[in-house]
């Protein structure tokens, strides 16, 4: 494919198309309405409308849906065709405005967290105009938010558009005070790298656990994993490069500006990395990526799995979420500049963050938590739950010196006074990455390092987003009033850094030390996601979301109850079908080995046990045979467990007995199972192994 700016958009109503295609005064009505955030009157919408319908049919579209993001995690679609009936067995193509700006879905049966009961099953899509509209399978898509009838968010984007007005508005307030006027929105824009692996799809087709869980429930460690660091930024292979080339190629035409591709550290994975977008767009097209994945591989042979920890004893696969502010001019705030002010400007949105980060350390654990991400968090380059933020030396240096209004010895020696000199110029990577940090400072950005591979984005920015604007707030509370700007400016920086300061952590998250040193410092450390979950109620968590007009106390009261039960569920299947498994594959295979080694003893001893020893097979038989009885034994307490669970109704506490109990039995069975895979032939042993499945795409 050569003609890539032709190919790029091409199956998106974007600027350009819409530019084309609408009359003047339409236009610039849209892009007003899209740039205020106003409701589009009826008679814009019916002119849009038509046009878009225009150009979807020209481009082969039948059919129209509103695509929307429900707390399901993935998308959702309901496809109505263009056609209409007028007389005379003839039709017409034709979509009104009320059908772009407004949907009707069931709503009954999409997770609402007590919001909503069964039989309440109206609900509304509305268009989000910020998101172009683009074609898919033949059906021209209209991103929207979705909502119940009374009004209550449904979905992930609903919250993280509020979450984005939230932040524009406070950060306006800080730009007014340092005599900015031109701005007129300040928006967050996201760059989320995708990791995930890719396997032949024979060997996912014969793994149970694979298929309904998205992970391996059991699997011995490959005599050859990742040690070797050989597969990281290696030679890519022909049908994974098959499939990269046709994936960006599709992504390209919906406008989703995928730049960077390679290998990952471990066997079978890799990345796909995009450029920059508004949070929003981001997020709707790294939904957009992962679905594409899936399918596009499916077309290759291949299985996609987007499971934070697909395979135990090597990485899991994240989704590193590069957060920054910009404004509608062009200007990063993260960006330090050339003068004072500019300085002064950079420092008090970066201290802004810190703080945010700090106050809100529950929260944005809570945005990242998932059973699947439990597994992931704490190793192999993922960073632990502690949540703390990596600024580099050379940084923390400054704000040392800023705290305590003395010289900074960097590369020249500057006295650090707010406003007064010239920050000195570093270069955008002043120190290395940090692997194992959470939350990292690089240079104009925050790398968020905490999600998972399979998380819609929304979550954790709409988290992100609030806190920050929960102290930007503040901040402009205290300096609208201020009778010395900069003075006062000054001190509210080197307040600020010495009350937050113990969330900085430039060092191993991964040493046991940091864990102690940590908890003297105060920091949570949530393990698990029944641990964090609770902080989601908490005040000043529930204020902060409320004051904003984020979320709602209801629906902050309904993500919570949605959260738990995910979790609750996904480890519900997950016994469920390791139950499943070992009494399909692993027992028949155990015994099946048993018989064949009895019949072989059997056998020996009937020629003549002098001439035919049979003390290694009684040795290895009589191994198998206990390791059976262990393995009924478990396999019974895992039963147990899961039926038990069930008689709990409070929703925090069943899932604090799936981690406790189930997920505890579910452990002991696996490591029986990975000693028995271990021993028994491969003859017997029809599940694919670790090293099967991680090496079968050539």
Not at 172 to 189: A, D, E
Not at 479 to 489: A, G, I, P, R, T
Request: aromatic content about 8%; overall charge negative; hydrophobic content about 40%.
């Amino acid at each position: 494919m050569n003609d890539i700016p032709n190919l790029y958009g091409s199956m998106v109503f974007n600027d350009p198309v819409m530019r084309l295609r609408l009359p003047k005064d339409i236009y610039k009505a849209l892009k007003k309405t899209i740039a205020e955030g106003r409701h589009l009157e009826l008679d814009v919408a019916n002119v849009v409308a038509n046009a878009m319908k225009n150009w979807a049919v020209e481009k082969g579209a039948t059919h129209f849906t509103h695509w929307f993001q429900p707390m399901t995690g993935v998308t959702a679609e309901k496809h109505d065709s263009f056609i209409a009936p007028v007389g005379d067995d003839q039709i017409i193509m034709e979509f009104s405005g009320k059908e772009l700006v407004r949907g009707e879905p069931d709503a009954s049966s999409f997770p609402s967290g007590g919001l909503r009961a069964t039989f309440e099953a109206r609900g509304y899509t509305a268009w989000d105009p910020t998101s172009y509209a683009f074609i898919k399978d033949g059906s021209l898509c209209i991103p929207t938010a979705f909502c119940s009838y009374s009004g209550e968010a449904l979905d992930k984007k609903t919250p993280l558009l509020r979450s984005m007005d939230a932040l524009n508005r406070q950060a306006l307030r800080i730009l007014r005070l340092f005599g900015n006027k031109s701005v007129k929105r300040v928006i967050t824009t996201v760059g989320p790298e995708q990791e995930y692996f890719l396997i032949d799809k024979e060997m996912y087709l014969k793994r149970p656990d694979l298929v309904y869980c998205g992970r391996t429930l059991f699997g011995a460690r490959p005599p050859k994993g990742q040690e070797l660091d050989d597969h990281y930024f290696g030679a890519i292979k022909a049908r994974v490069s098959s499939f990269m080339k046709e994936l960006d190629e599709e992504l390209w035409k919906l406008g989703i500006l995928a730049k960077t591709r390679h290998n990952e550290v471990a066997p079978a994975q890799h990345e796909l990395a995009p450029i920059f977008d508004t949070t929003n767009i981001a997020a709707d097209h790294n939904q957009l990526t992962m679905e594409l994945m899936k399918r596009i591989a499916d077309k290759h042979g291949l299985a996609c799995l987007l499971h934070e920890k697909p395979f135990a004893g090597i990485n899991g696969s994240g989704k590193h979420n590069n957060w920054s502010l910009s404004t509608d001019t062009g200007a990063n705030l993260l960006e330090p500049g050339e003068t004072p002010f500019d300085n002064a400007q950079f420092l008090l949105f970066l201290v802004a963050v810190i703080q945010a980060v700090d106050e809100y350390q529950d929260l944005l654990r809570v945005s990242v938590a998932s059973a699947g991400n439990d597994h992931r968090l704490g190793a192999n380059e993922a960073p632990p739950a502690i949540v703390s933020i990596f600024v580099g030396e050379e940084l923390n240096d400054i704000l040392d010196a800023l705290e305590a209004g003395s010289d900074y010895h960097g590369k020249e020696r500057i006295q650090m006074e707010i406003g007064a000199t010239v920050l000195p110029h570093f270069p955008k990577d002043t120190t290395d990455r940090n692997r194992t940090s959470p939350f990292a400072f690089t240079g104009n950005k925050f790398e968020y390092r905490m999600l998972g591979s399979a998380f819609s984005i929304s979550g954790p920015n709409f988290i992100l987003n609030t806190a920050v604007a929960d102290v930007l707030c503040q901040f402009a509370d205290q300096l609208e009033h201020s009778s010395n700007f900069m003075q006062d400016l000054g001190a509210l920086i080197k307040k600020t850094i010495k009350e937050h300061k113990r969330i900085i952590f430039n060092g191993n998250g991964y040493d046991d030390a940091w864990v102690k040193e940590a908890e003297r410092r105060g920091l949570s450390n949530l393990k698990t996601t029944p641990e964090a979950m609770p902080c989601y109620l908490s005040k000043k968590n529930v204020d902060a979301l409320t004051r904003h007009q984020v979320l709602t106390e209801q629906e902050i009261h309904s993500r919570y109850e949605i959260f738990l039960e995910n979790y609750c569920k996904t480890i519900n299947i997950e016994a469920l079908a390791m139950i499943d498994i070992v009494n399909q594959e692993i027992i028949p295979s155990v015994f099946g080995y048993q018989n064949e080694l009895a019949k072989l003893i059997s056998r020996k001893k009937s020629l003549g046990k002098d001439d035919f020893p049979t003390q290694v097979e009684e040795v290895l038989l009589k191994k198998l045979s206990n390791l059976s009885v262990v393995l009924v034994q478990r396999l019974e307490t895992l039963s147990e467990q899961t039926i038990a669970v069930r008689s709990i109704e409070d929703s925090l506490e069943s899932a604090k007995a799936y981690r406790d109990d189930v997920f505890a039995a579910m452990s002991e069975l696996r490591v029986t199972v990975d000693e028995l895979e271990m021993i028994v032939s491969k003859k017997h042993w029809t599940l694919p192994t670790y090293a099967e499945i991680l090496y079968s795409v050539n």
